[in-house]
């Protein structure tokens, strides 16, 4: 029993004990800490923590003299762990927060861009349907009178038209049939544009007459169509595009016109930079189908306040389920 306090006091100071004459073989065998008992006939080793086994049960063998340790840090490396976890996990969680709140904002983003598209469709169809208002002679007017219904009185000159193309006929009751399906039975031809002068203003603008098929192209093949004399037309109004990605050049040399390009338009036939789109009214037997003016607005933004808001809530949940409850596998 004389070993005893020895045992109890080398456990409990194991880690503050200074290493004692013999304790230097084997140190740093491998980086790990050591523990040397010595005394008489015996020697004993530990690697590590287990230095701590092997001095108490030297010193129950009585033999406490020589008795060395020589510090471990198995203790502080499993404390840095922990920690280094921690911080890792922290980063993560804010990190990964970011994306249902970038799923919120664009999801409410949308909520605003829908509004504001339902607030431009519903001005675009007033304007439609608004009663047909005299041409205005300035053309700077003109500019916020888009889509708007106008009318005029003159004669054409059908010496000098124009062909965009190619185009297809507007026509909402074949559209309506034909939704949804993989082929249709699209009619390919151009819209003629022909320089128009109106009598009460003394200035002549272009008028997109309407379609033709490709095989009419030709106004040989149309002479019953060619209008002579004044006429009444009613009309929308209609402002320069530009060339959209895709859309070849314009071809004034074939008389090819892939978009409205009023200044180079009116420039070759000597007509003003004024453009309005004939309505179905205007039609006569054997000439260009009037009503071509396609009034389009996309309006897909709810389908993307469902798609982001979705995300959202799934991606919110699951962060919930990783950071909040700590369920396991996630």
Excluded at 202 to 224: A, E, S, Y
Excluded at 302 to 325: E, H, M, P
């Amino acid at each position: 029993m004389a070993g005893r306090p020895v045992e109890l006091e080398a456990v409990r100071h194991w880690n503050h004990v200074e290493p004692g004459p013999g304790a230097g073989r084997g140190a740093g065998r491998g980086g790990a800490p050591e523990a040397v008992v010595s005394g008489p006939g015996i020697e004993r080793r530990g690697d590590g923590c287990g230095g701590a086994v092997a001095g108490a049960a030297a010193a129950r063998g009585g033999c406490g003299a020589g008795l060395a340790w020589r510090p471990s840090r198995c203790g502080s490396s499993a404390a840095e762990a922990p920690a280094t976890k921690a911080e890792d996990d922290s980063f993560l969680q804010w990190l990964l927060l970011l994306i249902p709140v970038t799923a919120f904002g664009l999801g409410t983003w949308q909520v605003q861009r829908r509004k504001w598209k339902l607030k431009l469709i519903a001005e675009l169809e007033s304007r439609i349907m608004a009663e047909p208002v005299p041409l205005p002679a300035d053309p700077v007017e003109l500019k916020s009178l888009e889509y708007r219904p106008v009318q005029v009185r003159g004669h054409f000159d059908h010496s000098k038209e124009l062909y965009m193309m190619p185009r297809s006929m507007v026509d909402p009751a074949r559209e309506a049939r034909e939704a949804g399906r993989l082929s249709s039975s699209v009619q390919s031809g151009a819209y003629v544009v022909t320089p128009f002068h109106c009598t009460d203003l003394g200035v002549t603008i272009l008028v997109n007459r309407g379609f033709v098929p490709k095989k009419k192209v030709n106004p040989d093949t149309r002479q019953k169509g060619q209008i002579e004399g004044e006429v009444d037309l009613v009309g929308m109004v209609r402002l320069a595009e530009t060339r959209k990605p895709f859309v070849p050049e314009n071809n004034p040399e074939r008389n090819h016109w892939h978009y409205r390009d009023l200044e180079a338009m009116a420039k070759l036939t000597g007509a003003d930079p004024i453009f309005i789109d004939a309505d179905f009214r205007s039609t006569v037997p054997g000439g260009p189908i009037g009503g071509q003016t396609r009034v389009t607005l996309r309006n897909e933004h709810l389908q993307y306040i469902i798609t982001w808001y979705g995300l959202c809530a799934a991606t919110s949940y699951l962060w919930f389920k990783k950071f909040v409850r700590r369920t396991p596998g996630l």
